[in-house]
């Protein structure tokens, strides 16, 4: 190979994330997806001491798991995931009606 074909084919990977940045950007999803479900549960239990309504931060926790639960189903084609990630939908559902 020479010069020229190698560094065109170099730039033509270098389009898209590298590995490294690709598991960095997917790890700060992931963490900042954690860091939400955690200050909507912190949130749940006050609103739920304080006797308060507490549906829209149900319909919030149900909607990350069946966006979570969803695109993993839908990825891997596992059925399991499906029915689960449809079991949430039907939470979701629920609380949104009562909200």
Do not use: R
């Amino acid at each position: 190979m020479d010069k020229e074909k190698i560094l065109s084919q170099n730039k033509k990977d270098n389009l898209y994330l590298d590995e490294y940045e690709k598991h960095i950007k997917l790890k700060g999803k992931s963490f900042g997806l954690m860091f939400v479900l955690l200050v909507c549960i912190l949130i749940l239990f006050i609103k739920a001491v304080c006797k308060e309504p507490y549906n829209d931060i149900m319909t919030i926790i149900w909607s990350v798991a069946f966006g979570y639960m969803g695109y993993e189903a839908h990825i891997s084609k596992n059925k399991s995931k499906f029915v689960i990630a449809l079991f949430f939908f039907y939470l979701w559902c629920i609380t949104f009606i009562n909200f």
